[in-house]
């Protein structure tokens, strides 16, 4: 079932592969409760179970901010059927690596879900990210189906590719 999964995803998403080969654990790499906002720290052994959408992002990318209507849709519509919207702040700019303001950002911009404040890029890094925002879609078995990078758009052609993948990794059977 998880490879026919896979294909599928991979044709829905039907856009440059970025980050990690598929199958890998995405362990979080930060565990002090500084480091994360709304939340204490998660790991994917405590999500088990639960779609995880993985937003990177920065607090001053046009294209993140841009994004936030889709992300906000997505939680809206599917966290009721076990869909987990993690944030990670990684920096791009200078001002990014102050935590104060990316606090800040995380308020101003009213995001409630966890965020992983990822200042010294060891998540980016780990997951082979290349663009802000990258979407990575991990399985309910906390592994790494797909990575797609770039702005979502409501209602844009790759955008509801990406959202089929979500909602197919929702009511595909457990295990």
């Given at each position: ?65 841009k994004s ?53 890029a060891s ?13 990575c879609l ?38």
């Amino acid at each position: 079932m998880r490879q026919a999964l896979l294909a599928a995803i991979a044709v829905l998403t039907a856009s440059s592969q970025a980050g990690s080969a598929p199958g890998r654990p995405a362990e979080f790499t930060h565990d002090r409760a500084s480091e994360w906002v709304n939340s204490a720290p998660l790991t994917l052994a405590q999500l088990k179970g639960k779609v995880v959408v993985v937003e990177f992002w920065a607090f001053e990318c046009d294209n993140c901010i841009k994004s936030r209507p889709w992300v906000e849709q997505l939680e809206q519509e599917e966290a009721g059927k076990g869909l987990v919207v993690i944030g990670v702040h990684t920096p791009e700019l200078r001002d990014e690596h102050d935590a104060v303001k990316v606090r800040a950002a995380i308020k101003t911009l009213g995001i409630h879900d966890p965020v992983m404040v990822d200042e010294d890029a060891s998540y980016w890094r780990a997951m082979k990210i290349q663009a802000w925002p990258t979407w990575c879609l991990i399985g309910r078995d906390g592994l790494l189906l797909s990575c797609v990078p770039g702005e979502m758009d409501l209602n844009d052609a790759r955008a509801t590719r990406v959202r089929a993948a979500i909602d197919m990794m929702l009511t595909a059977p457990a295990g």
